[in-house]
């Protein structure tokens, strides 16, 4: 009688089986429950009768194949696992449940790999790092040309020293970036701001370059670059949070400089102080917060 129960019930979870996207999820449950009870039972009288034994692997497979078109990768992977090796129906099986293991194992690595790509926190205290030695190396840089102009009170920036201050800068961010992106954790947020930075830097050098050749006054050489950084800004602040804060100390120098063209060249060294010296201070305040 526990046979021929599991046999019926069998039956009815094989038609709903035929089309499991549309079938009822917990009807299939139901039976399956129904089906796998009445076999064991059946083993528990009889442990040899065969068709208790194929029965209660049949049914277990057909629940597996039911699992698997629904895409419930790990409840078909369990089922399956319960099988008796050597079985029919386990062997049937094997080749289909390990290409949608491999494939679950895939995606789930997808989606690690797409949430580490989207993480700021990946990497950060490389990103610091290397922040902190840019932000000191610009810092050394300018300070050096400060205090050359020291000596100079009647001292005018020429468009070419401007390009050679610019070919510095970006050099120094290269190797910076170079140092970070082979000894750093590297996801997409800090790809796509070693990108901005070095864009960013590389148009600056570019239109400087070009306000020398075409012998632009340094003044508006200054201001279209006050501009770009403050386009850098603002695209690096989808990645990081120096972001606005560049963007709004380079439009202030833009405007400014815009209404008073004799200091720009002033406002862009306190602003080449200030981006560092702002960024060494942050990084102490955090480390201090931490302790």
């Known amino acids: 009688r526990l046979v021929a129960l599991g046999r ?15 079938a009822d999820y917990s009807r299939a449950q139901a039976l399956f429950t129904e089906t796998r009870f009445a076999f064991e039972q059946a ?3 009889w442990p040899e009768h065969p068709d208790a034994n ?6 277990v ?9 629904l895409d419930h990768v790990d409840a078909a992977l369990a089922l399956f696992e319960s099988l008796p090796p050597g079985s029919r129906a386990r062997d049937e099986l094997v080749e289909q449940v390990e290409a949608r293991r491999l494939q679950n194992l895939e995606r789930a690595s997808r989606a690690m790999a797409l949430e580490r790509d989207q993480d700021r926190t990946f990497g950060a205290a490389q990103r610091t790092r290397a922040a902190l030695v840019l932000a000191a190396g610009v810092l050394v840089l300018t300070l050096g040309l400060f205090v050359q102009r020291l000596d100079r009170p009647a001292f005018q920036p020429t468009t070419e020293r401007l390009a050679l201050v610019g070919a510095g800068v970006l050099a120094v961010m290269s190797v910076v970036i170079f140092a970070w992106r082979r000894r750093g954790a590297f996801n997409l947020v800090n790809l796509r701001i070693a990108q901005i930075c070095l864009g960013t830097l ?8 070009t306000g020398h050749l075409a012998h632009s006054s340094p003044a508006a050489v200054l201001l279209t670059d006050a501009f770009l950084l403050t386009g850098g800004g603002l695209a690096l602040s989808v990645f990081h949070r ?11 120098v833009a405007f400014v400089g815009a209404l008073q063209p004799a200091i720009i060249d002033e406002l862009f060294i306190g602003l080449s102080v ?6 060494l201070a942050l990084a102490w305040y955090s480390r201090r917060a931490a302790r």
């Open 8 to 22: 019926a019930r069998a039956q009815q979870l094989a038609e709903l089986a035929t089309d499991p996207q549309h």
């Open 43 to 45: 083993r528990e009288i």
């Open 54 to 59: 194929e029965g209660h692997s049949a049914v």
């Open 61 to 69: 497979g057909q629940m597996v194949r039911f699992e698997l078109a």
């Open 202 to 209: 590389t148009l600056s050098l570019l239109q400087r370059i």
């Open 242 to 252: 120096g972001g606005p804060g560049l963007a709004a100390l380079s439009l202030g």
């Open 274 to 279: 200030a981006v560092p010296v702002g960024a």
